[in-house]
């Protein structure tokens, strides 16, 4: 069993959409909880982190986390084209060995 | 790409052939770090260095090896590639490890063809 389990979609939606991403984690040592985006041909860049449980909100974009379900979300509002690119969540236990997701691609259409 | 680079950014090889990859940072980060990307598994830890001469394994270190003789550079070397090292190799570096969370930045990463 992977450590951080994402569906690979691929996901399509019209502009405006709310988007939502999600993935399962099975190890109960994780803390911290990232999400990383990654466009065509490029390296992957952080989105934002969560430390435990809890939510974390920034700009368009929320972050979830639900650790009694080993539950990671995220949230994109009102999904912009700009906003088309693989989506990994990864998760870590505080020291620095990052578990990544498989990556989920999205399109949003103009 | 938070001064990472990396070298060469495609490479064709043939296999039982030698390769070694290149990173290059500008940051004086102490942590590096090597990963591949393939398609159903995501991006997997092949080895890190946390200081010069300083590295480890991670889940995936069978048939590579790692060298860091300077601070800014981490070498990551197929001793004989095989068709099986087809992938995307991403290098990311922090700053420290352990006990809080430390953003790890990526590089462009090289797209290496084992034929």
């Known amino acids: 069993q992977k450590e951080v389990e994402q569906d690979p979609g691929p996901l399509s939606v019209p502009e405006g959409a709310i988007v939502s991403l999600n993935c399962t984690y099975s190890n109960s040592a994780f803390q911290y909880f990232m999400w990383y985006r990654q466009y065509s041909r490029k390296g992957p860049e952080l989105l934002m982190y969560t430390y435990s449980s809890g939510n974390k909100e920034d700009g368009r974009f929320t972050a979830q986390v639900d650790k009694s379900s080993k539950y990671i979300s995220l949230f994109i509002r009102d999904s912009q084209p700009s906003d088309s690119a693989t989506y990994l969540c990864?998760?870590?236990?505080?020291?620095?060995?990052?578990?990544f997701g498989t990556g989920t691609r999205l399109t949003v259409i103009p | 790409d938070a001064g990472i680079t990396q070298s060469p950014r495609h490479k064709v090889t043939e296999t039982g052939t030698p390769v070694t990859l290149r990173c290059h940072q500008t940051?004086?980060?102490?942590?590096m770090y090597w990963y591949r990307q393939d398609p159903g598994h995501g991006l997997r830890l092949i080895h890190y260095?946390?200081?010069?001469?300083?590295?480890d394994k991670g889940e995936v270190s069978d048939g590579y090896s790692v060298s860091r003789s300077k601070t800014e550079d981490f070498l990551l070397t197929l001793e004989s590639a095989t068709s099986s090292q087809t992938s995307v190799y991403f290098c990311?570096?922090?700053?420290?490890?352990?006990?809080?969370?430390?953003?790890?930045?990526f590089g462009p990463g090289t797209r290496l063809t084992v034929l």
């Open positions: 260095s946390y200081g010069v001469k300083d590295t």
């Open positions: 990864a998760s870590e236990t505080g020291a620095n060995n990052l578990f």
């Open positions: 990311a570096i922090s700053e420290s490890r352990g006990g809080r969370y430390n953003e790890q930045f």
């Open positions: 940051e004086n980060h102490r942590y």
